[in-house]
């Protein structure tokens, strides 16, 4: 995982931004030029439009959901589904398969089968036993003939790290096409692009990453980046309730249950958004694990337990006021 993003405390820059609402979560675009906000905000929503119609597993007609209908055979693929799959590709083997696109099945059956917006809160009690087989070794992508190859009853959820991977890649073009910096933040995966304002990319930290400019509730940091991204894994964010059990959407592999972890919140930065999502949220699964093996990659980050307490490790900036 690269580790070239910068870490600061920053004052506020004159930045220019748009938020709005799309696959699923909060969307918000920050650029240093005020005249290309529109055009940026546009880009964005039609990157987003496309990542949804390839990669939504709450949409019958995404590429994704029709992958089912040709499991076990080689299937021509859009370029960015590839990228996509590459992308949880490269989670799986970064993190030994801690973070797994193959849990698909699991959450389903655990709740989280729809757009969260519309999973119940609370519901009956489930009687769920769930044996999941790690297969993600077994998906075969050949990406520059945009062909791929799932086995027959696997489900693919590249909630994980699609986002993060879309954040870049949106990012990158937009401050390309438009010369200004640019901050593309999808819920809690934000990556930067682009010539940074003096002092950095403003970003407050906690539960559910935000803007820095709106009040906080519960432990919060803020920081600032100069390139790459940051992200933030959370089993505070997606909760739902079935009978007295707890469910997050963070889940472990071994099980195919939410993950008990020590940490409810843990934000990573890292050299790009999509390495700041593997990290984070292979940290939460990792559990005690989490804060020596982040230490030993370098990654700057802030862990919380789910009592509050704050551990920042390899150059997090201290908590300050927000």
């Avoid at 004159?14 to 918000?28: D, E, N, P, Q, Y």
């Avoid at 990406?143 to 790290?161: F, K, S, W």
């Avoid at 007295?244 to 472990?252: S, V």
Wanted: aromatic share 4%; charged share 20%.
């Amino acid at each position: 995982m690269s580790t070239t993003s910068t870490l600061r405390r920053t004052k506020s820059a004159r930045l220019h931004a748009s938020a709005w609402g799309a696959i699923g979560t909060t969307v918000r675009i920050v650029v240093t030029d005020a005249a290309q906000l529109d055009s940026a905000r546009a880009m964005l929503a039609d990157d987003l439009a496309i990542l949804d119609a390839a990669c939504s597993r709450f949409r019958s007609d995404s590429e994704l959901m029709q992958l089912r209908a040709n499991a076990g055979q080689p299937t021509k693929i859009s370029p960015v589904l590839a990228g996509a799959i590459r992308a949880a590709l490269r989670g799986a083997q970064l993190t030994d398969g801690d973070v797994d696109p193959t849990l698909g099945r699991a959450i389903e059956t655990l709740g989280y089968d729809r757009d969260f917006a519309t999973v119940p809160a609370h519901g009956g009690a489930l009687r769920v036993t769930i044996r999941h087989i790690p297969r993600w070794r077994q998906i075969e992508l050949d990406e520059a003939a945009c062909l791929l190859t799932v086995p027959v009853g696997m489900r693919l959820d590249l909630g994980a790290t699609a986002k993060a991977w879309a954040a870049d890649r949106s990012a990158e073009r937009i401050a390309e096409a438009l010369s200004c910096g640019v901050l593309v933040s999808l819920g809690g995966d934000i990556a930067v692009a682009g010539e940074a304002p003096r002092g950095g990319w403003s970003i407050r930290v906690q539960d559910v990453t935000g803007d820095p400019h709106t009040p906080s509730s519960g432990p919060s940091g803020i920081i600032a980046i100069i390139r790459g991204g940051l992200a933030t894994s959370s089993t505070t964010a997606r909760r739902w309730q079935r009978g007295g059990d707890i469910m997050h959407h963070i889940l472990d592999p071994r099980t195919g249950l939410p993950a008990d972890s020590i940490w409810r919140t843990v934000s990573v930065a890292a050299g790009s958004a999509l390495d700041a999502n593997i990290a984070s949220t292979a940290a939460i699964i990792r559990g005690h694990r989490a804060a020596g093996w982040l230490a030993k990659l370098g990654l700057p980050a802030r862990l919380v337990t789910v009592d509050g307490s704050v551990t920042t490790i390899a150059g997090w900036p201290a908590e300050v006021s927000s």
